[in-house]
Structure formats: C-alpha cells, structure tokens
C-alpha cells in the first residue's frame, strides 16, 4: 500500500486559514470515511485532530475541520494560531484491512 | 484518564529479536482493537499492527507480517510486540496507540528501538 500524498510544508499568518491535502486511491481515501488527521509538536506523541473524516474528538478546537471528495481529503485550520504550528499527518484505513499515512506537512505560522 | 506506556525498547544486533510491552490503563482494555505504529527519526509514520479486543482478530502490515507478533494479555492490560528478524529499518520509535474508529485516539511515549552492529 503506497503512502497517502501530502504537501510537504504549508504555511500562513496568525488569524488565517489555511488547508492540508491528503491524495490516496480508491483502495483507501476513497473507499472509507475512515480518514484521521494527527499533529504532532517535536518531541511529542502525534494527537488525534479529526476522525472519520470531519469528526472532532472532545477537547479538539472548532478551529480544526475535516472534509473529503473522492480520493483526496482536506484538514482546514482556520483563525491561525502560533501554536499550530506543528507538523501534520493523515491516514486511512484501506481494502486490507490496513492503515496508511501520509508523508506529512510541516506546518509554519509566520 | 487514559494512559498508555511503552517499554523493552533498547539497542539489539541486526537478526536479533526484541519484546515490546503496552501497559494500558484508565479504560476497558478489553473493549478496544490496539494498534502499534512506528516513527523514524525525522521520518513519517508507519502503522505495523491492529489486534481486536479478544486478540483473535490481527492484522499486519506487509513490512512486518512473518518477523513480528502482536498479542494481548487483557487480565493484565497489556499489549505487546514481539519482534523477530530485526534489520537496520527497523530502527524507529514504537507507539501503542487505542483504536477508536479507525482512528488512533490515545498514544503512549513511545519506546525506541535501535538495530545496529
């Protein structure tokens, strides 16, 4: 199973939004809505943003949002915060019975 | 609260073999499908295991599928990972993580493992 396509960095302004792209196949982003979306500060354990596409898990801010079409997935961050800045990371479960991850986005607030 | 600690990472020869434990608290064990990840050093992510809540439903990624082993001891809420056929890729920081639809909801730490001569 290849790896989920993601830009390598993205970058914004506090108090913008910006979007993460995450491309898989019909084997895997495009067959399930079992899309996550993951941020992971250095040194630190990678932290569940969004699930099954659009679902955020308790404690998450409403600042972070989830979509999908077809074989490609988006995370939207808007109101940009220093914080965020952080890389990012999505991942699908496949028609194996699997899990694939993107390569990951450095994300940078300027 | 949930808490998920790894550990028996450490440095092991190329061919050696290595037991990594999940010791799981703070929620039903038993309820919840586990999954092992890895992460190389300034690397991405790779998913290498799920085991479901009984422990008779496993399924493993193709780079590891015949040299390592996931299993579960519910009564004692723990996971583990046994690695067989170690190779120099497979240095990398492992995690427990618990399922939650599809989705790895709470990690651990993680525990590095370090294959070299």
């Known amino acids: 199973q290849s790896a989920l396509t993601q830009p390598a960095s993205v970058s914004g302004s506090p108090g913008q939004s910006i979007t993460i792209s995450c491309t898989g196949t019909?084997?895997?982003?495009?067959?399930?809505?079992?899309v996550s979306w993951y941020l992971q500060h250095p040194g630190k354990a990678p932290k569940l943003m969004i699930y099954?596409?659009?679902n955020r898990p308790s404690g998450v801010s409403n600042r972070f949002s989830g979509s999908k079409s077809g074989n490609t997935a988006s995370l939207t961050i808007s109101g940009l915060q220093a914080e965020d800045e952080a890389d990012y990371y999505c991942s699908s479960h496949t028609n194996i019975n699997s899990c694939v991850f993107g390569g990951g986005t450095t994300l940078t607030v300027l | 609260q949930v808490q998920l600690v790894e550990s028996g990472g450490g440095l092991v020869k190329p061919g050696g073999s290595l037991r990594l434990s999940c010791a799981a608290s703070?929620?039903?064990?038993?309820?919840?499908?586990m999954t092992w990840l890895r992460q190389t050093p300034g690397k991405g992510l790779e998913w290498l295991s799920y085991i479901g809540g009984s422990g008779s439903t496993i399924y493993y990624a193709d780079s590891v599928r015949g040299r390592f082993t996931v299993s579960r001891d519910n009564a004692k809420n723990s996971l583990y990972l046994h690695m067989n056929s170690l190779r120099a890729e497979d240095t990398a920081l492992y995690y427990c993580?618990?399922?939650?639809?599809?989705?790895?909801?709470?990690w651990g730490q993680g525990t590095l493992v370090t294959v070299s001569s």
């Open positions: 703070g929620f039903t064990f038993s309820d919840h499908y």
């Open positions: 993580a618990r399922d939650f639809a599809a989705a790895a909801d709470y």
């Open positions: 099954e596409v659009s």
């Open positions: 019909s084997s895997d982003v495009g067959a399930y809505n079992y």
